[in-house]
């Protein structure tokens, strides 16, 4: 994935969970997010990494755990109250659920959706996060999606850092099995159906080919 576009993905990830009162310019909060987005990437950039560096094929049970792990501690790190839903009845891993609640009853619900699982098997040669050039780095699952992922996690530390996010509630769920479901789906799924009908606002951060017309809406 490129730097560049993460940089890009990670402002318009900010913008897309704040009310936009101009596209013409930033206002001063906005100016503020973008300072504060700029300070984490050295960080953000570092977490891709440790966490393509875990191999989590969809069936690498224990992989799935450990970046499930690794994504709680840095969600619990920003003040979200995190659960592991254990999927041993699904025949998979299980899913991350991170929730951060607001005093404020009217505020907005957002689900922020990600996966902790890769196409990549346990036995696979790639393996390895690899810096190509200044702006291009490759990896088993940096692209989809624990960039994705990592986007997530910067943005929410980035808005925490600013006080910006009391007046939101936030659901983060990290599912263990996007690319290999666990059946029956009526348990695989649950944590996700009863998510989007908790939310006013889902956003998925897998990535996408940069162009508008083939953005996944659903
Ligand atoms: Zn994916």
Do not use: C
């Not at 790639?126 to 992922?149: C, E, H, I, R």
């Not at 509630?169 to 998510?195: F, H, M, W």
């Amino acid at each position: 994935m490129s730097f560049l576009k993460f940089s890009h993905a990670l402002i318009l990830t900010l913008a897309s969970t704040l009310p936009l009162t101009s596209h013409a310019a930033l206002d001063k909060n906005e100016r503020e997010i973008v300072k504060q987005v700029d300070k984490n990437i050295p960080q953000a950039l570092k977490e891709i990494e440790q966490a393509v560096n875990i191999n989590s094929g969809s069936l690498n049970i224990e992989g799935v755990k450990k970046v499930g792990a690794l994504t709680s501690e840095q969600l619990k790190a920003i003040g979200f109250k995190v659960e592991w839903l254990d999927g041993s009845a699904f025949n998979r891993a299980g899913h991350v659920l991170a929730a951060h609640e607001s005093k404020n009853p009217d505020a907005i619900k957002i689900l922020m959706i990600g996966h902790l699982d890769t196409v990549f098997a346990k036995n696979d040669n790639f393996t390895t996060y690899k810096q190509l050039d200044a702006d291009t780095a490759s990896g088993p699952g940096v692209a989809d999606m624990k960039g994705g992922n990592t986007i997530i996690i910067t943005a929410l530390k980035s808005l925490q850092a600013l006080n910006l996010l009391e007046n939101v509630s936030i659901k983060v769920l990290l599912t263990g099995d996007e690319e290999s479901s666990g059946r029956p789906l009526s348990l695989s799924k649950q944590a996700i159906v009863d998510a989007a009908i908790w939310a006013d606002v889902a956003l998925g951060y897998e990535n996408g080919d940069n162009n508008i017309k083939t953005a996944m809406a659903a």
